[in-house]
Structures are given as structure tokens and as C-alpha cells.
């Protein structure tokens, strides 16, 4: 098998505050590769946007990783320096999606400026980025920008980019921003709950839109969601993240069709599906400066024993390209 385009392994970032010292990421593993679409599942407080802020270089101050390797395409990206980061990297390499597309712009320019102004940093594809350009590059950019819009099917492409963000509804607008994060033409793009603002219809179809543009583009896609309908929809593999932890990860339809860590079902069953009462998972997710010794999950867990409150299960193989940190998970 090819090396993956994506390898995080072991990761563990902690935070330092006026309170103590927070563990955000505690030994969070995932791989993906070119023109696979990967799920990262959890609550509200699990660490899945940190995570995607790790892979970007861009943490927050007083952010720092403690150990692991986060490796894309061969390349340990830890190990580069920032200015290396934001020349090579990031925007060009690996594309962000974020998950407001009403406070993704400023409402004063035309789309077409800030989207030009993207491409200014990043460069056009194949050619190193340029802070001035002559007025056939600009041609040649707004050229690469109009392509990326009709992949995204944006209505009326040509005209877009002389309109302001108050003329495009929420779902036209989330089309320009993976338009924004294509233009490029990067080998990964990390979307952070983009369908979040918008309405079930308009969620479909960028789902249906963001596969498409994985498979025909090649380009690998981490999709990070606490929704597992849209990962179903959306995704090939998925990583169920809980308390800064990865506790299961494999196919997206084994792991819902038979979730084998008590979280992952936990939140399956908070899934409205018509024919379940809609029920929760009780208490709240654990804090980082003070976590449970054990499993995280263990104080909520209805399968919690002693066990699971002396130490951490580590993630182990219970079937082929499942991964499962639960003492409770049997091999098949």
C-alpha cells in the first residue's frame, strides 16, 4: 500500500493557562489518503478543531505539542519552520474550509477581491506565490478563480466575482469558500463543520458536492462533524474523537452499522432516526485541566468497570482497519 497523504500519530497538545495546564489532544491517531474523505466525530469540547488548527501550524498562543508526528506527504510538518509553513503549506498544500460561511467574509469587498487576494498568497497553481502581480497574472488568477467556481456549480461564475457576500445566499456561500480552498489546487482540504449554518436541503447537496470535488480532484478530505448522518453521506473512514482522545476509528459504514466503543454508540443512538425515541448521553464531556484517570469516557459510560477507571486502553485492532480503545472491544 502507498504511504497515506496525511499521518498523525500519537499527537498530544496541551494548553498552558492561568488555571493549569490543559491537555486538549491526548494521543489522537489518523490517517488519510489522496482522494479519500475522512469523518472526525465528537461533541462540542472532544479537540476535532484543534486538531485541524495542528495540522494548519496554527494553534493558539500558549498552545504546544507535546509529542507525536504529524506527517503529510512524507513530510513532518512539525519540524518546519513557520515562514516554511506559510509559503508551502498552508492555503497551497492544504486547503481550510470553515464552518461560517456568513463571517468567512468581509462584507465591504467584492468576493472576487478576497478571493483574489487568496490566490495572491497561495499562487496560482504550479508557480510560487507573488505579492505583486502583472495584469496578465491577474487575468490569469481571476481565469484559475472562475474554473474553481464552476466546479462548485456557483451559478453565473464569470459575474460572482464582481458581487458582494450580502448578494449569495448561506449554501452559495459555502460553494465559494471550497471554491477559495480548490483554487489552488491542494492535495488536502480540511473542512470544519461547513454544513453547520445552513439548512438540511443545502447541506445535501455541499455534501454531495464535496465528495464529488474529492474523487474528481484527488485530493484527500478531512471533514470534521458531530453529525454522523452527514459523515455517512459523506464519508469513507471516520474517527469518533472523545475528551481529546481518539477511541474508534474505521469504515464509516462498519463503524455505524456496529460501533464497538460505548461513545461511538452513545452517539449513534443520539441520532434521530424516526423509529428511536430521541435520547442523550448524560453528564458533559470531560474538562482537560482536570480529565478522569482511565478511559475519559468512563464516568459516563454504562459499561464503565474498574477497569476502566485505572488506566487508558489503548487503541488496539478488533477487525480489519478498526481501531478500538474500549476494554470492553472484542476481536472478530
Not at 180 to 187: E, I, K, S, T, W
Not at 263 to 290: F, N, T, W
Request: glycine share 10%.
Amino acid at each position: 500500500m502507498s504511504a497515506p497523504l496525511l499521518e498523525i500519530r500519537d499527537l498530544r497538545v496541551s494548553v498552558r493557562g492561568d488555571e493549569g495546564e490543559a491537555r486538549i489532544l491526548d494521543f489522537v491517531n489518523l490517517t488519510v489518503a489522496r482522494g479519500e474523505a475522512v469523518g472526525v466525530v465528537g461533541e462540542s469540547g472532544c479537540g476535532k478543531s484543534t486538531l485541524l488548527k495542528a495540522v494548519l501550524g496554527l494553534l493558539p498562543r500558549g498552545a504546544e505539542v507535546e509529542t507525536g508526528v504529524i506527517r503529510f506527504d512524507g513530510e513532518d510538518l512539525l519540524q518546519l519552520r513557520p515562514e516554511d509553513f506559510a509559503r508551502r503549506i498552508r492555503g497551497r498544500a492544504v486547503g481550510f474550509v470553515p464552518q461560517d460561511p456568513f463571517q468567512s467574509f468581509n462584507p465591504v469587498f467584492t468576493v472576487g477581491r478576497q478571493m483574489l487576494e487568496i490566490l495572491r498568497w497561495t499562487g496560482l497553481p504550479g508557480e510560487p506565490p507573488r505579492t505583486i502581480w502583472t495584469s496578465r497574472e491577474r487575468e490569469r488568477a481571476r481565469a484559475a478563480l472562475i474554473e474553481a467556481l464552476r466546479a462548485v456549480q456557483l451559478p453565473d461564475p464569470e459575474g460572482a466575482l464582481d458581487r458582494y457576500p450580502h448578494q449569495f445566499s448561506g449554501g452559495q456561500r459555502q460553494r465559494i469558500l471550497i471554491a477559495g480552498a480548490l483554487a489552488a489546487r491542494p492535495q488536502l482540504i480540511l473542512a470544519d463543520e461547513p454544513t453547520t449554518a445552513l439548512d438540511v436541503t443545502t447541506q445535501m447537496q455541499i455534501l454531495s458536492l464535496l465528495r464529488r470535488l474529492a474523487r474528481d480532484f484527488d485530493v484527500g478530505l478531512v471533514f470534521v462533524s458531530h453529525d454522523f448522518g452527514a459523515v455517512a453521506q459523506l464519508c469513507d473512514r471516520v474517527a469518533v474523537m472523545y475528551g481529546g482522545q481518539t477511541v474508534e476509528t474505521g469504515p464509516a459504514d462498519a463503524v455505524i452499522a456496529d460501533p464497538r466503543h460505548p461513545y461511538a454508540a452513545a452517539l449513534l443512538a443520539c441520532h434521530p432516526d424516526g423509529e428511536r425515541p430521541l435520547v442523550g448521553i448524560p453528564g458533559l464531556v470531560s474538562s482537560a485541566l482536570a480529565p478522569p484517570p482511565g478511559c475519559r469516557f468512563n464516568p459516563r459510560c454504562v459499561l464503565a468497570v474498574e477497569a476502566c477507571r485505572n488506566e487508558r486502553p489503548p487503541l488496539r485492532t478488533v477487525a480489519p482497519g478498526r481501531l478500538v480503545a474500549c476494554v470492553h472491544a472484542e476481536a472478530s
